[in-house]
């Protein structure tokens, strides 16, 4: 049989894909399993973009809930304390997130760090930025904001748990489009020739400097706009729920368990944790036991399928190949 | 304000000893494999733990426990290099962060099965003894922690300069090749730094133990720190980690002294930020 992915192949595959989001809340109706597929979109769009950074560029970060939150506290801020329009703070909350992206790529990048120093120096913002949220008056420190539940479109606040899981849905796509973007840009091929080797990306004439920045900007934007999706949708965001390190630590997990560098490897990351946690709690409802699954395939990635999860399936392509021929 | 401030730092002193305790296995791992041990917290938690349950099961207390802990920690570091670090990574620099982030995710989240999130602390016989000199209060505790880091820090030191395994050690940090053309098993030599690196955090495990509590997620509290007083006092670098250790105890408890409880915890990300921009060989240059 012949295996090969030509563009027919993939657009069916897409199209299947696209149908099958569609359809899963008209499959499954309970709340439960909405709330399920909404979460999983949602990790996929927060994969994404940890991807952009950490996959597409090759810029390893433990802190990406500096974004995260950041976005979250900028609409919530707006919205409770000065009564901007959702909407608008929703989109402000992106340009925050694109801000400390700026300048956290900017600060660590002139002065030269890289690999380790860089995931590690993002791990310290996001953990300079929990301290003041949870310090500073304007966003009333520990006790977190509260946003007054009024649902509509105009508060982009959704009654039913199928309208959040749709609007998660619309997130999503715009980051695979964003991803294939990468994927076929020129911006997209420096950052790839950054991440694989920096010094003769250089040489080429790229830019380093300004293209990790740019990187790191809309990589924090998309973050951002994941914390404010978040907040639209919770009601509530604190220090604890905005910064935390296990965050950061989530949309590193779902991007390289999927696929690091590629379009759908978030997708399928977020899947597959989704499944993993699902089945995991089946077994025991005791904490901890998914996260012990993960960490386990995170180590069996990193051995044996760089790739990630999308890898197994051009691994067996090949294998399949070499049997028929 | 004298008084104010002098407390704070003798007490800053006596916390940092715990940070140079945890810092000198992270610097010595970092020194030798040049890799960043993400799960240097988790690890420290497990020992914690050990320590833990040796006092509140058997009635050992930790002091008994300390040597014990080592011996653990040397024999789990030492398989734990051997059976995934150096077999996953393919000497990959990011690979090995992110494999030490995966065993940080199962330690952790093990110990939350196994344990539940409680918090637990042991309060033992003299355990919150202090020594009054004139206003001056001091943790008993506390202050044999501080000579405990001294002695470890000294004895690290020695052992490293002047045993020939220490020789292999530092041969191999200086010079992986060559190290492995005159003989050297160079794979050995990191099992065996990793190891060491784990011995120090048993250490520092159980001496925490008498004066702080442990929860799966403890670990949390001390990867930073750690990693700030590594990287102030120059990766690699015992001394370093001393100085450095002792600096951010300090730092930690006169900002919390004077800016407050909750913004008081900025200084230590903050210096962390500081040094990795403007000095990110450190204080001390790392020496091995």
């Given amino acids: ?85 959702p909407w608008l703070a929703f989109a402000l909350a992106a340009v925050s997130g694109a801000v400390v992206g700026g300048i956290v790529g900017a600060l660590s990048f002139r002065f030269g760090l ?43 606040q959704f009654e039913s748990s199928t309208g959040v899981y749709y609007f998660a849905a619309v997130l999503c796509a715009i980051s695979l489009l964003i991803a294939y973007w990468l994927k076929t840009s020129r911006f997209g091929a420096r950052l790839a020739a950054i991440r694989e080797n920096e010094a003769a990306a250089s040489a080429l004439g790229v830019n380093v400097f300004w293209q990790k920045v740019h990187c790191l900007v809309l990589s924090g934007a998309m973050s ?18 905005a910064y935390n390190i296990n965050r950061s630590v989530e949309m590193l997990l779902i991007s390289m368990i999927g696929g690091a560098g590629t379009i759908f490897g978030p997708f399928v990351g977020a899947l597959a944790i989704g499944l993993i946690g699902e089945g995991t709690r089946a077994l025991s409802t005791a904490p901890g036991l998914s996260l012990v699954v993960y960490g386990l395939i995170l180590i069996l990635i990193i051995g044996f399928l760089p790739q990630g999860l999308i890898g197994l399936t051009s691994k067996l392509r090949r294998k399949g190949a070499s049997n028929a021929s | 304000m004298w008084e104010f ?44 733990y050990a320590a833990f349950f040796a006092w509140s099961m058997l009635g050992i207390s930790p002091y008994v426990t300390l040597p014990f802990a080592c011996l653990g920690g040397f024999v789990l570091g030492y398989l734990l290099y051997r059976g995934v670090i150096g077999r996953f990574s393919a000497g990959k620099d990011e690979n090995i962060l ?24 042991i ?54 090749q060559g190290a492995r053309v005159v003989g050297i098993n160079v794979e050995r030599i990191y099992a065996i730094s990793y190891g060491l690196g784990i011995a ?26 750690a990693f700030t007083t590594v990287v102030l006092g120059g ?54």
């Fill in chain 2, 200 to 225: 120090c955090l048993g250490a520092a495990a159980c001496l925490l133990m008498t004066s702080f509590y442990v929860s799966p997620a403890v670990g949390h509290a001390f990867v930073l720190v």
């Fill in chain 1, 114 to 156: 890289r690999g380790s120093y860089f995931a590690l120096i993002t791990l310290a913002f996001a953990e300079i930025l929990r301290v003041l949220a949870d310090s500073v008056p304007i966003t009333r420190g520990g006790l977190g904001i509260l946003i007054s539940a009024d649902p509509g479109w105009k508060n982009l």
């Fill in chain 1, 224 to 241: 951002a706009v994941g914390g404010a999706f978040y907040v639209q949708k919770y009601l509530f965001i604190d220090p604890y729920l």
């Fill in chain 2, 235 to 288: 990766m690699g670098s015992f001394v370093g980690a001393l100085v450095g250790g002792l600096i951010i105890g300090v730092a930690e408890s006169v900002s919390g002294a004077f800016l407050g409880e909750q913004l008081g915890q900025i200084a230590i990300p903050l210096i962390f930020v500081l040094i990795l921009l403007f000095r990110p060989t450190g204080l001390f240059r790392g020496s091995q």
């Fill in chain 2, 98 to 121: 992110l494999i030490t982030l995966g065993l940080a995710i199962i330690i952790e989240n093990l110990s939350l099965f196994f344990f539940a999130s409680d918090t637990r602390t």
């Fill in chain 1, 1 to 85: 049989m012949n295996t090969e992915v030509t563009p027919a192949r993939r657009g069916i595959l897409v199209l299947a894909l696209i149908a099958a989001v569609m359809g899963y809340p008209f499959v499954f109706t309970s709340n439960y399993a909405i709330e399920l597929g909404m979460l999983v979109l949602l990790g996929a769009f927060l994969g994404q973009a940890w991807n952009v950074a950490g996959g597409f560029a090759g810029q390893f970060s433990f802190g990406h809930a500096a974004f995260f939150g950041t976005g979250a506290y900028c609409s919530a801020i707006l919205v409770s304390t000065y009564g901007v329009n």
């Fill in chain 2, 123 to 176: 309060s033992m016989p003299g355990g919150d003894d202090i020594i009054i000199i004139g206003w001056l209060m001091i943790s008993v505790p506390k202050l044999i922690s501080f000579v405990a880091a001294l002695v470890l820090c000294a004895g690290l030191s020695l052992y490293i300069s002047r045993s020939d395994l220490g020789k292999a050690i530092r041969a191999v940090a200086k010079e992986r």
């Fill in chain 2, 5 to 48: 401030l002098v407390s704070a730092v003798i007490n800053g002193l006596m916390s940092g000893a715990i940070y140079v305790l945890v810092a000198l296995g992270l610097t010595l791992i970092y020194g030798v494999l040049h890799i960043i041990n993400f799960a240097h917290g988790s690890l420290l938690m497990l020992g914690m």
